[in-house]
């Protein structure tokens, strides 16, 4: 049977670059804002370490904390919606990025799970992953992103 | 995306059972194959045969839980087809448009 009691999606892509390089986009606040349709990522990168997402304009979008830091491999943040209160109110979530060499590129899984039935938050940044990992794809591979800001 | 992986989700695409099992995970994420095999008059092996296609097509990820391996909907590929699709066909046409549509609302301002 599915988990009654949690809401999650898994993402796939893969990414025709190195496990190092890819790291590093995931990392880089200036190559993330690239990316992540102007966003910035602020954080102490190590496990325990503070971690958020800012809108272009400041504000805090999402903020949380890193609970898996292993370089090239595994990335894990305790995901916290601070933008919208219905968000917010369903509290913690865990995204998790793992990184796996393919072939002649990396096979790149997000993994973002929350502990309850039908989220909203799940159902919120499922939608908004498929833009920011194509970006990515394309921003490594060829130098460009398809769309930089949300129209 | 590259020429050979674009060939296999449209492969994919192509099946009608297939696409009927991409909208029941679209509709209820992270099922197993007993639970995806449920109310449909396809056999198990032919499921579990859409099912593996769909993997190698990068359209299903599957995640071991414990006993069980869980199916789900991967939109990525779909995403980035309709990405290369869309920019280098429609794009053009969309510019063209609201190139006319500021060339007359222009005139008709003037």
């Known amino acids: 049977m599915t988990d009654a009691d949690k809401s999650s999606f898994v993402y796939v892509t893969f990414v025709k670059t190195t496990p190092d390089r890819l790291w590093d986009a995931l990392i880089d606040p200036d190559f993330v804002e690239q990316y992540w349709l102007g966003n910035r990522i602020e954080a102490e990168w190590k496990v325990g370490g503070s971690w958020k997402i800012l809108f272009p304009d400041g504000r805090v979008a999402d903020r949380g904390e890193i609970v898996a830091f292993e370089p090239g491999e595994r990335l894990g943040i305790r995901w916290l919606n601070e933008w919208k209160p219905e968000l917010n109110a369903e509290g913690y979530s865990i995204c998790t990025m793992e990184l796996e060499p393919v072939g002649e590129g990396v096979k790149l899984t997000v993994t973002h799970s929350i502990e309850r039935a039908d989220s909203k938050l799940i159902a919120a940044v499922s939608g908004g992953w498929p833009l920011i990992l194509s970006n990515l794809k394309s921003l490594i591979e060829t130098g460009s992103v398809f769309m930089a800001r949300k129209a | ?110």
């Open chain 2, 1 to 110: 995306m590259q020429a050979d992986a674009s060939d296999d989700v449209f492969k994919a695409l192509a099946d009608p059972s297939r696409r009927r099992l991409l909208d029941r995970l679209h509709a209820t994420d992270g099922q197993s194959l007993g639970d995806l095999c449920a109310g449909l008059t396809m056999t198990r092996q032919a499921v579990a045969k859409h099912l593996a296609i769909l993997e190698a097509a990068n359209l299903v990820v599957s995640k071991r839980k414990g006993r069980e391996k869980l199916h789900f909907i991967n939109p990525i590929p779909i995403h980035e087809i309709a990405e290369r699709w869309i920019s280098k066909f429609d794009q053009p046409r969309l510019s063209a448009l609201s190139a006319l549509k500021r060339s007359l609302e222009g005139e008709n301002h003037d």
